[in-house]
């Protein structure tokens, strides 16, 4: 990893979502591009700016089908709030100071067609986590500080019957929230949070 290792650390190296390189980087018109196994990393010489991609190769599991994992609330004492899946992530929050609140919703734990990654992302200084699914929110978290935590999971990009809209929340002081049905929507806006835009879409929790 050349021109973008820093980008590359900040989405987890090698243990993150992107993993290990499978190939040395490889000049192109306007820098440079070089594939991992969970995505790509593209320099832009011109703005010296680092981009990093998923894989768009689905697994040949369908979603309908997948395992499915708990996507919990968790809530600290501040109000802020991160969804979470996967068990080192829980411990995580767990350890700063987070308590879990519900199950909102499902997450398939197998990647399928029509689907994104839902990843964690953490600030180590302010004690806060994001959930991210979208490109534009994944750039916002890190041009905030945060660090890729984890992956938790699948989530579809379009609607389905019995899936539900994950919609990204963000208040005043820029502590984002990840929702999943009326009532943590509710929740949100009354604790002065606004809508950002939709992550994607989860299996609803019967």
């Excluded at 806060?128 to 699948?154: I, N, P």
């Excluded at 963000?170 to 509710?186: F, K």
Aim: hydrophobic share 35%; proline share 7%.
């Amino acid at each position: 990893v050349t021109g973008c290792y820093r980008r590359y650390f900040q989405c987890g190296g090698a243990g993150g979502w992107l993993g290990l390189p499978i190939a040395e980087p490889a000049n192109t018109p306007d820098g440079q591009r070089q594939a991992f196994e969970g995505g790509t990393l593209t320099f832009q010489r011109v703005t010296g700016a680092c981009e990093a991609t998923p894989s768009t190769t689905p697994s040949a599991n369908a979603a309908a089908s997948a395992p499915l994992a708990p996507l919990d609330l968790f809530e600290n004492a501040g109000g802020d709030a991160a969804f979470a899946a996967a068990r080192p992530a829980v411990e995580r929050l767990l350890a700063d100071g987070y308590r879990r609140v519900r199950t909102e919703a499902l997450v398939p734990t197998d990647e399928a067609p029509g689907m994104r990654r839902l990843k964690l992302y953490g600030n180590e200084s302010a004690k806060r986590h994001e959930t991210v699914a979208t490109d534009q929110s994944e750039t916002e978290a890190l041009d905030a500080g945060y660090v890729y935590a984890g992956l938790q999971g699948f989530v579809r990009t379009e609607p389905a019957p019995g899936w539900v809209a994950l919609k990204r929340y963000r208040d005043a002081a820029g502590a984002g929230r990840l929702t999943a049905g009326p009532q943590d929507e509710a929740e949100a806006s009354r604790d002065g949070f606004a809508f950002v835009r939709i992550e994607g879409y989860a299996v609803a929790n019967p």
